[in-house]
């Protein structure tokens, strides 16, 4: 299995991106996907993660501006990142818990990271 992160990139204060995720190789299911950030000399940290059925949760800073999505036909999950701010600077992860097979647990899988830089 692997992920494939896309859109980030440089973005001045207050402005948007969209970073996207996608998830290929023998997959039966996916149960939750979300991202992560990590900042330099910071912990990683979970900013946003949905479960198969919608179910979201958020990071208490990003919440109002931030929205996770997914489109399980296409495998693939969003993070919609609006008035962002120079504290949003950071890798981002995207993950996914995947089973291979129908009698499989699942197993979590990282994507590559994206960078994100906000310019104040």
């Known amino acids: 299995v692997q992920l494939q992160a896309s859109g980030g990139g440089l973005v001045q204060a207050g402005g948007s991106l969209r970073l996207s995720c996608a998830a290929s190789?023998?997959?039966?299911?996916?149960?939750?996907m979300g991202w992560y950030r990590q900042a330099p000399g910071k912990q990683r940290e979970l900013v946003a993660a949905?479960?198969?059925?919608?179910?979201?949760n958020y990071a208490d800073s990003v919440k109002g501006r931030f929205t996770i999505s997914r489109d399980n036909a296409k495998k693939t999950v969003y993070l919609q990142m609006n008035t962002l701010k120079p504290e949003d600077t950071a890798v981002y992860y995207c993950?996914?818990?995947?089973?291979?097979?129908?009698?499989?647990?699942?197993?979590?899988?990282w994507g590559q990271g994206t960078q994100v830089t906000v310019s104040s």
């Open positions: 993950t996914a818990a995947v089973s291979d097979k129908f009698w499989s647990p699942p197993k979590d899988y």
């Open positions: 949905i479960s198969s059925g919608g179910y979201t």
């Open positions: 190789g023998i997959i039966f299911s996916i149960n939750t």
